[in-house]
């Protein structure tokens, strides 16, 4: 079964690399080196580039050659995104730009004063979505739902040299104690977010067709947001080109207690941004795992 081990890629001297250059000498050099490291991505990680060249080619029909060159693309842009996240939320040399679509299905959950469940995917940036969120004048309280195993020496750099966040972190339990803190969050006319594509081994999982070929997803999210009387919207921040980002929101409009058409429409969202976005599909790993 399609699964992801709970670790990305990345060392606390490479952030801090990449922070020294975007200090002493702007984003574009930061970019420049990024080259560099996004070439020794596409030459020694024989796992993660066989997982991505199968997206590209198999997934999204790209010719051999071209599915070769998207790889090397996919590690720049995946590379842009979190030099992104430090200038944007460290507050150095911030000349981003931003646009939004569905602002009004934002202001309308707050409105309803009932919270509301976001599910987003690890495609574009959705790190930032805070930010974001505050330039369009939604003020939310945001909980990230999340198992916590990420680098943890990495994130407690990215803590000293950016601004203290204000999303607060459910931690998934074996004792399901997150799915109180999920109720008094929702309670509190609160933000509860998931993302939608990676489950852990021995976690429940259900299936669906994305890209033309099955794969595996976690019930979690779907199986709680769609037996939550709140509304559920997928929400995504994509990159644009000219240091642009793009978030979108979209209502999930399907009955309640039927976690599998919630999946199928989540499923069909992420289809739409990867055919705008095709680059910034984030999970190296074997999504599909052999399954078809």
């Known amino acids: ?19 020294f250059f975007i200090k002493k000498a702007g984003i574009k050099a ?20 066989k997982a991505i060249f199968y997206y590209f080619h198999k997934r999204l029909g790209f010719p051999f050659w071209k599915a070769k060159s998207m790889v090397f693309k996919s590690y720049y842009t995946f590379g842009q995104t979190i030099i992104d996240k430090v200038c944007i939320t460290a507050n150095v040399q911030n000349k981003f730009t931003h646009e939004a679509e569905g602002v009004e299905i934002l202001q309308n959950l707050l409105a309803q004063k009932k919270g509301g469940v ?47 966040s204000s999303i607060k972190f459910i931690i998934i339990t074996a004792d399901l104690g997150h799915i109180f803190e999920i109720n008094a969050a929702l309670a509190r006319n609160e ?40 509304p559920v919207v997928f929400v995504y921040v994509m990159k644009e080109p000219n240091l642009h980002y793009h978030l979108y929101a979209q209502e999930a409009n399907t009955k309640r207690r039927d976690e599998k058409a919630l999946l199928k429409a989540y499923t069909s969202s992420v289809e739409n941004m990867l055919k705008k976005y095709p680059l910034q599909w984030f999970n190296y790993f074997d999504f599909w795992d052999n399954l078809n």
């Open 118 to 164: 976001l599910i987003s995917a690890h495609i574009g940036n959705f790190e930032i979505a805070e930010y974001f969120f505050s330039k369009i004048d939604v003020e939310f309280q945001i909980n990230l739902v999340t198992t916590d195993l990420e680098h943890s020496e990495i994130k407690k750099y990215l803590e000293k040299i950016t601004q203290k």
């Open 30 to 49: 930061a970019y420049f080196i990024l080259y560099f490291v996004a070439s020794y991505y596409f030459l020694f990680l024989k796992k993660s580039n």
């Open 1 to 19: 079964m399609a699964q992801w081990d709970g670790k990305s890629k990345g060392t606390v001297l490479g952030y801090k690399i990449f922070f």
């Open 191 to 230: 933000l509860v977010c998931f993302t939608g594509d990676r489950y852990f081994e021995g976690a429940k999982s259900l299936q669906n067709e994305i890209l033309g070929a099955t794969a595996n997803f976690p019930a979690g999210p779907f199986l709680i947001a769609s037996r939550l009387n709140v």
